[in-house]
Nanobody, 124 residues
Framework: QVRMVESGGGSVQAGASLTLSCAASGFTFSTYSLAWFRQSLGKEREGVAAIDSDGRSTYTNSVKGRFTISKDDSKDTLYLQINSLKPEDTAMYYC??????????????????WGQGTQVTVSS
């Protein structure tokens, strides 16, 4: 059974850092395309970072320079390091995967499997 479980969210003040984790099981982690998405109340789901099976990463412009996506194939775990958090980063953060390459790494319809989400709340 495919499972993806996020953790590491919390309530912090602006300027703080967080590391989100996504523990995966039930599939060949090293061969999948992986991504992080977020969704704020009243807004559509937004892709923020993606990493392919070779470890190449891409970011949406709004998070570039502050977010770092990485993976550890030996632990079947995906990470998102977030620095200099802003109130506009407040959202539910989801990890997602697809068994192979994707054409648009930040499009939610590309991904097959999703985690339940972890909440990040940033106050002023």
């Amino acid at each position: 059974q495919v499972r993806m479980v996020e953790s590491g969210g919390g309530s912090v003040q602006a300027g703080a850092s967080l590391t989100l984790s996504c523990a995966a099981s039930g599939f060949t982690f090293s061969t999948y395309s992986l991504a992080w998405f977020r969704q704020s109340l009243g807004k559509e789901r937004e892709g923020v970072a993606a990493i392919d099976s070779d470890g190449r990463s891409t970011y949406t412009n709004s998070v570039k320079g502050r977010f770092t996506i990485s993976k550890d194939d030996s632990k079947d775990t995906l990470y998102l390091q977030i620095n200099s958090l802003k109130p506009e980063d407040t959202a539910m953060y989801y990890c997602a995967s697809y068994p192979g390459p994707v054409f648009n790494p930040h499009a939610e319809w590309e991904y097959r499997y999703w985690g339940q989400g972890t909440q990040v709340t940033v106050s002023s």
